[in-house]
Nanobody
Framework: QVQLVESGGGSVQAGGSLRLSCAASGYRISDNHMAWFRQAPGKEREGVAAVYLGDVSTYYADSVQGRFTISRDNAKNTVYLQMNSLKPEDTAMYYC??????????????????WGQGTQVTVSS
């Protein structure tokens, strides 16, 4: 059974940092593209960052470019999202996702087959 379990969310003040983790079980993350999405109340789920298998190319939403870093540790079967210089608009539920597809459609939620349950990030001003 495939499971993705996120952790590391919490409440921080603007300018602070958090590191999210996504631990996978039941399959190998090295066989999939991995991504982080977020969803704020009343808004659609949006892609935040992705790291591809193979050449491990990384992709970021414009809103987080330069502040967030996605990485993967295949040995630990875990994906991370380091979030620095957090802003109130980063407040959302953050989800880990896994999928295999061709092309650079990383920010489309429909491309991913597996999802975690989410971890809440709240940034206060």
């Amino acid at each position: 059974q495939v499971q993705l379990v996120e952790s590391g969310g919490g409440s921080v003040q603007a300018g602070g940092s958090l590191r999210l983790s996504c631990a996978a079980s039941g399959y190998r993350i090295s066989d999939n593209h991995m991504a982080w999405f977020r969803q704020a109340p009343g808004k659609e789920r949006e892609g935040v960052a992705a790291v591809y298998l193979g050449d491990v190319s990384t992709y970021y939403a414009d809103s987080v470019q330069g502040r967030f870093t996605i990485s993967r540790d295949n040995a630990k079967n875990t994906v991370y999202l380091q979030m620095n210089s957090l802003k109130p608009e980063d407040t959302a539920m953050y989800y880990c996702a896994a999928g295999f597809f061709r092309g650079v459609m990383w920010s489309s939620a429909s491309m991913y087959s597996y999802w975690g349950q989410g971890t809440q990030v709240t940034v206060s001003s």
